[in-house]
Structures are given as C-alpha cells and as structure tokens.
C-alpha cells in the first residue's frame, strides 16, 4: 500500500471517528439546550466543561506522546506504551480526586454538585479511552479507531433521544454520557490487546529523561491549549451565572461542527509528519503545505456562511428569542472558525518536528492573558466580552506559531491563488450588504458551490487534484525535484 492509499484511509477513518464524536455532541447538546433551556443547559455544561478541564490534566499530553511514539518505533510497542501508561494512569487518578473534591466541597446547589459527581466517573472512562485509542493509531489502525468512536457516539444520540422523549431529568443523562465512555474503553482495550498480544499496565517508570522531558511539553502544551478555550466557561460561571453560560456554550458547542476539518488532518497526518519530519525533510514540507492549502480553501465559505447569517442560524437550531444573545457571539467566533483553520497547519509542523516547547510557552503565556482578560472584562460588558477574548488569544496563539515558519507563511500566502480567495471572499461580502440573499439555504449553497468551483479549477494544481483523488497515485509529487 503506498503512502498516500494509506493516509487517505487514515484521513477516511478519522473523518469517521471524529464526526461521529462531533455529530453526537452537537446533537446531544442542541437537545439539552433546546428542551431544558438556557438555565438547565448552563448547569449542564458547566460540570461537562469542569470535566473536559480536568480530562486535559489526566490526559497531560500522553496520547499525541504516545501516538508519535509508536509510530517511530513500532517494535518496542509493549515499553513504549507501559513506560507512558505509567504516567498516564497516575494523572488520571489525581484528576479524578479533583472532581469529586470539588463536587463535595464546592459552594453551588445539590443539582450542580451531582452532576460533578456523576462527570467525575465520566472523566476517568473518557481519559483510559483516550489513551487506547492513541496507541491504535499510533499503529495507524485508524479502523478499530473509527470502530470505538461509532459504537460510543451513536450509543450517546440513540440513549439521549430516548431519555428526552420519555423526559429524564438532567442527571439521566450525565449517567448516559459516563456508560457510553464505559462502552468505548471496554472496547478499545480488547482492539488493544490484538495489536499488543504481551500488553501490561504494570507501572513501571523507566529513567528516561527525555521521556519525562517530553511528558512535561507535551503535558503543558495540551493542558494550557485546551485551558485557553474553557476556562472562560468557568468565568463566565463564576462572574455572570448558569445562563450567560447557557448562551456562550450555545455558540461554543455549534463552532466543533466545522472544526472537525482541522481536527481530521492533524489525526490523519500526526504519525505520518512525525516520520517525515525524521526521515525526509522534503515530503514533510510539501504535505505540510497541501495540508495548509485545503485548510485555507475551506476556511473561506465556512467563515462566510456564519459572519452573514448568524441569526438564522441560532434561530434554526435553539428557536426563537431564548438563544438571541447567542448571535453576535456566534458572528464573532467565525473569525475564531478563520484563525484555526488558516494557521492549523503552523502549530501541527511544531509538534511534529520535535519544536513542541514552543508551544507550550505560547499557550502558558495565551492562557494568562485569557484569564486576566476575562476577569477585567466579563464583569462590565458581559459575555460578549468572552467572545471577543476568545478571538484575541488564538489570534495571539497562531502569530507565534506563524513567527516561527516565517519564510513558509511568505511562501505559501503571498500568491495569486491565495489573493483570488480573498477577492472572491470581498466581493461577497459587498453584494451580501447592498443585495442581500434573506434565505440561509440559498446564501450558503450559493456559497458553497462557488468556493468549490474555484477550488478544483483554479486553486489545487493538476498534481493536488491527483492526490486527492486518484486511489492508484503515489508520493512522487512529494519526492525531491
């Protein structure tokens, strides 16, 4: 099977895997917050998101660790995985104690209290799930992967579209969130098992310092990554209570649906960069800069579509009145959506050429700045002031990232297919303001199909096309000229 056959599975597979992580939260969520309300849905997603925060702690940057680990190094399988698994398990347990501490101890009402419970076993299955699946695919077994992710999520639609029919109350379904993470390890580690016959979760750790190294910025990185876009939730808890969070997490729960693009890439491409970037420096560059190019592309339309037609859009999927605050937060976070996208590909060549101390000091650095800036402003102007912030640090973010592949940034922005986006991209905008198009259906297949136009005829050249879609083509375009 040649390289590029196997990362268009991979890429195949972890659009599987992904969507259907996404696709179920998206839905999960717009029931909750569709059916309970603002109030309910602010109490909900603050224990969710309390979790998700200390999931990061138990993840500590072990499963992108361990994943580009094994994929360098495949025979050493078993120590590789016992040596990380170690860490790993001591992380999980400690943030697992935070979460029922702070559900005994924490000041709000019994309902928030049980929920924080009931998420705290959420939390310890969905980190153990985490850290098998990373293993799977740092054997590039992107399938068994896609098979975990489909069982867990569907489950998670099927259970929670049952429970609102029959009106559960809100706890119910936390405890359908916690059994679906349950079913996911469960499985996962039987797949693990075949790939790693002589597996052992023994803790043993190894006197490796450039392990620990690595542990620490890939710890660090992914804690404080993560910190920067949740820790306004908890603010905004704190400062303006469970409706403003309610109203923020609206927007924030419907912005994942797009960012399953980014997310699919760097899944797919993660172990292939890593050994590219070990092995030929070449064909790391060049599928790092068609990695960019489809980002670019798709970032356009997206960010169009949610800038021109916010109101709609919350409208369509929360109804009427109780979600209006939603829609300026949504128009601004498609800037957010642009960010992401347009300088994903920056952060990924970090990690991927062993620079990931770079981004642990730039997303350190980004979530201090976050903090100060939500508890200066969300007291006066609100939760639109969290938007805001939110747009001002992952801007932040990417220019570092961007800074440190300064000539690439030249080279792959300044250029004529690049200019004809942004002309296209105005010259919608423009028409959008003097002849508006009032349908959303319309405006946005309207855009749709215009960008897709553009992009297979002028913007991907003969060789993109190629790899794309050709199932028999190799990476000759990505060997040395």
Request: proline content about 2%; aromatic content about 18%.
């Amino acid at each position: 099977m040649t390289e590029a056959i196997r990362i268009k599975k991979n890429s195949f597979f972890s659009l599987i895997s992904i969507a259907s992580r996404l696709v179920a939260n998206v839905i999960v969520f717009w029931l909750i917050a569709r059916i309970y309300g603002p109030e309910n849905f602010g109490i909900f997603t603050f224990a969710h998101t309390t979790a998700t925060i200390l999931i990061l702690l138990a993840d500590f940057g072990f499963d992108i660790l361990l994943t580009t680990e094994l994929s360098k190094n495949i025979s050493d399988a078993k120590n590789i995985f016992q040596n990380i698994f170690s860490y790993k398990i001591i992380f999980s347990l400690v943030a697992f104690s935070i979460m029922m501490l702070l559900a005994l101890f924490y000041n709000s009402s019994n309902d928030t209290n049980t929920f924080l419970i009931v998420f705290s076993f959420f939390l310890l299955f969905t980190t153990l799930t985490n850290f098998s699946t990373a293993a799977i695919r740092g054997f590039e077994k992107f399938s068994l992967d896609s098979i975990v992710s489909i069982l867990m999520n569907f489950s998670l639609i099927i259970f929670v579209i049952v429970a609102t029919i029959y009106k559960f109350n809100l706890i119910s379904i936390a405890v359908i969130f916690t059994f679906t993470r349950l079913i996911g390890f469960i499985l996962a580690t039987k797949y693990l098992r075949k790939l790693i016959p002589d597996l052992s979760y023994k803790i043993v750790f190894a006197k490796n310092s450039e392990l620990q190294k690595k542990v620490m910025i890939f710890g660090l990185n992914l804690l404080f990554t993560n910190l920067v876009f949740q820790q306004d939730t908890l603010l905004i808890s704190f400062f303006l209570g469970n409706k403003a969070v309610g109203i923020y997490q609206a927007v924030f729960k419907l912005i994942v649906l797009p960012l399953i693009i980014p997310e699919i890439l760097n899944f797919s491409l993660l172990p292939v960069l890593s050994r590219y970037f070990e092995n030929d420096y070449s064909k790391a560059m060049k599928l790092s800069y068609l990695m960019n190019k489809i980002l670019y592309i798709t970032a356009f339309p997206i960010v169009l579509i949610f800038y021109l037609y916010p109101a709609e859009i919350v409208h369509l999927l929360y109804g009427k009145i109780r979600y209006d605050e939603s829609i300026p937060i949504l128009k601004i976070f498609a800037f957010n959506i642009f960010v992401r996208f347009v300088f994903e590909t920056f952060g990924l060549m970090l990690t991927t050429s062993n620079r990931q101390i770079i981004r642990m000091y730039t997303v350190i650095a980004a979530s201090i700045i976050s903090i100060v800036l939500n508890i200066v402003f969300l007291p006066k102007y609100g939760v639109i002031a969290a938007a805001y912030i939110s747009l001002i640090t992952i801007t932040f973010i990417f220019s570092i990232y961007t800074i440190y592949s300064l000539d690439l940034f030249r080279k792959w922005f300044f250029n004529k297919q690049n200019l004809l986006i942004i002309i296209i991209s105005s010259l919608i905008l423009y028409f959008s303001k003097y002849y508006p198009i009032n349908s959303l259906y319309i405006g946005a297949a309207l855009i749709l199909i215009v960008f897709t136009v553009v992009a297979f005829v002028f913007y991907f050249n003969e060789n993109d096309r190629k790899f794309l879609f050709s199932s028999d083509f190799s990476f000759k375009f990505l060997g040395k000229n």
